[in-house]
């Protein structure tokens, strides 16, 4: 007998504290100006707990998957399912 397993497909906003230098060194005069970003992902919900959404970016019908992102539940401004997505296993 064939089993489901079933994830959804959800879109997440919140917003980034996180300053990323790509020049190697940063200044006290790199932090003026700077403001918290606002991100969005859309990804496959692969598990939560009380404190975070895990969010895998590729996800096989094995059920494996693949870049996984966590986000803190704390930081989250907007959170909707977009799609329930159920994988059979043979």
Known sequence: ???KK??????IEWI??????????SYIED???LQ???????GHLVKETKDIYFIAKELWENGAFKYVHMIPKKIVEDFKVLKELCLKKD
């Not at 079933?6 to 879109?11: E, G, L, S, T, Y």
């Not at 980034?16 to 060194?25: A, I, K, T, V």
């Not at 918290?36 to 859309?42: A, G, P, R, S, W």
Request: charged share 20%; aromatic share 6%; net charge neutral.
């Open 1 to 3: 007998m064939s089993e």
């Open 6 to 11: 079933c994830f959804m497909i959800v879109k």
């Open 16 to 25: 980034d504290p996180q300053f990323l230098e790509l020049r190697g060194l």
């Open 31 to 33: 932090l003026n100006g």
């Open 36 to 42: 918290l970003q606002k991100c969005v992902i859309v």
